[in-house]
């Protein structure tokens, strides 16, 4: 049996969306530690571009074995139904629309699913949930954003939910992780559940059936850490388990 192969949707440069200041310059990018803590588990990690032909998401699909949603900038609000907040930057509209596109036709074919900060708020507007446009928002929330400079080197404890696929993955009642996010679950998709959260009642983790997973913290950024080693683990062994599905 081969790799298994992840497809992880690729992040795009602000010049992609301004072709006025940089019309010959466009570019996506993908952060190496996430394809790094793929590799570290024996799995193939491949880039897919957000492309406008959103014909192509079934054939990328036939391709991957998992899809790993990585972190990014803010989701447009017009994709749940609001106004754009002040708070709010969206700026990537053409991977909103691909992302969401391709995280369905992943779900519908059961597909394992990995999400990681933006990766947690796109699955669930994918299915149909809302977003706090800022934590500030959310009555009693407090700031979960970076102080300082973006290093994950702020903490904060997150309570796992006994019972659910992250409890049973992780094996502990309640973990530390990093933080860094300034938006967060406000209506939760039909379909998923929580699967953690913080003291203030932030969403922390989701999940939904087969292998559906997503955290809203950077595992990836700690790669030493036994427990995000444990979700890298889980993610590529159900990736694995599909190619003998695929046969």
Request: net charge negative.
């Amino acid at each position: 049996m081969g790799k298994p192969v992840i497809g992880l949707a690729l992040a795009l440069m602000a010049e992609d969306h301004n072709f006025v200041s940089q019309p010959a310059y466009r570019f996506e990018y993908l952060k190496e530690q996430y394809y790094e803590a793929i590799e570290e588990q024996g799995a193939l990690p491949i880039g897919i571009p957000a492309t406008e032909r959103l014909n192509t998401v079934e054939q990328y699909c036939d391709m991957i074995n998992g899809l790993f949603l990585i972190g990014g900038e803010d989701i447009n609000p017009s994709l749940y139904g609001e106004d754009l907040d002040p708070l709010c930057k969206p700026m990537m509209p053409r991977r909103d629309q691909f992302e969401c596109k391709l995280i369905n036709a992943c779900h519908r074919r059961q597909i394992p699913i990995f999400g990681i900060c933006r990766g947690l708020q796109m699955m669930n507007v994918a299915f149909g949930g809302t977003l706090y446009q800022d934590l500030s928002q959310m009555p009693g929330a407090a700031n979960h954003g970076q102080v300082g400079e973006l290093d994950y080197s702020t903490r904060h404890q997150v309570e796992i939910i006994p019972g659910t696929k992250l409890h049973h993955i992780l094996g502990a009642d309640r973990i530390e992780t990093n933080t860094g996010h300034h938006q967060g679950i406000k209506k939760l998709a039909n379909g998923l559940i929580v699967s953690a959260k913080t003291a203030d009642g932030v969403v922390e983790a989701i999940e939904g059936n087969s292998f559906t997973i997503a955290v809203q913290w950077h595992p990836e950024a700690w790669s030493c850490d036994p427990y995000s080693r444990k979700l890298f683990a889980a993610f590529c062994e159900a990736a694995t388990t599909e190619i003998g599905r695929k046969k």
